[in-house]
């Protein structure tokens, strides 16, 4: 079955329902002071894009890109719901997000994830992908509970100049899985 990669709507149902549980892992993984997880009205802000990962039309699993500045986005809201993992969804949708940050003419991609054990899976698949621990940026601060980790995206990756509206990322992607 193949495995479909789009922009979604953070308010559509399916799509908040997905986020909800993932705001609610944080919130049971993290204390509340350390929690960076975005609910789904922030992700409207119009410096973030929000993928869905569907097969046969069931949202299996999400992710964003929040742009920085003109060279740097952070990973937002990556979640694969609990059915789906380990059939590839998070790493498809991580190649996705990277491909459009390449494309859209990015050379940093960031993000924070959490230091326990259960976001060691997060975290391998993160370093298994070329991330690498770094300094906190944006609004993140050094403590017990987060890890920074960033990647520099290799210019072979990126076009040579983008435009604005390739930012947007709004093409889909399609993976045979």
Same mark, same amino acid.
Do not use: W
């Given at each position: 079955?193949? /495995? ?8 559509a149902p399916d799509v908040e329902a997905v986020l909800a549980r993932h705001l609610a892992a944080m919130n049971e993984n993290t204390p509340p002071a350390h929690v960076h ?22 949202? /299996? ?5 929040? @742009?920085?500045?003109?060279? @740097? ?7 694969? /719901?609990?059915? &789906? ?10 190649? @996705? /997000? ?53 990647? &520099? ?7 040579? &100049? ?16």
């Amino acid at each position: 079955m193949e /495995l479909v990669i789009a922009v979604e709507d953070p308010m559509a149902p399916d799509v908040e329902a997905v986020l909800a549980r993932h705001l609610a892992a944080m919130n049971e993984n993290t204390p509340p002071a350390h929690v960076h997880a975005l609910p789904a009205r922030r992700l409207q802000d119009p410096s973030v894009t929000l993928f869905g990962a569907r097969r046969d039309g069931v949202l /299996l699993g999400v992710g964003a890109i929040r @742009h920085l500045d003109a060279t @740097h986005v952070e990973i937002k809201s990556m979640h694969t /719901l609990s059915d &789906a993992r380990g059939q590839g969804v998070g790493r498809a949708i991580l190649r @996705h /997000l990277l491909h459009v940050a390449g494309s859209s003419g990015y050379d940093r991609v960031s993000l924070e994830t959490g230091t326990k054990a259960a976001f060691e899976p997060a975290r391998m698949m993160y370093s298994s992908a070329g991330f690498r621990p770094c300094e906190p940026f944006g609004e993140y601060s050094v403590n017990p509970y987060s890890v920074c980790m960033t990647l &520099a995206l290799d210019s072979r990756d990126r076009p040579r &100049a983008a435009s604005p509206a390739s930012r947007s990322g709004a093409r889909s992607h399609r993976e045979a899985s």
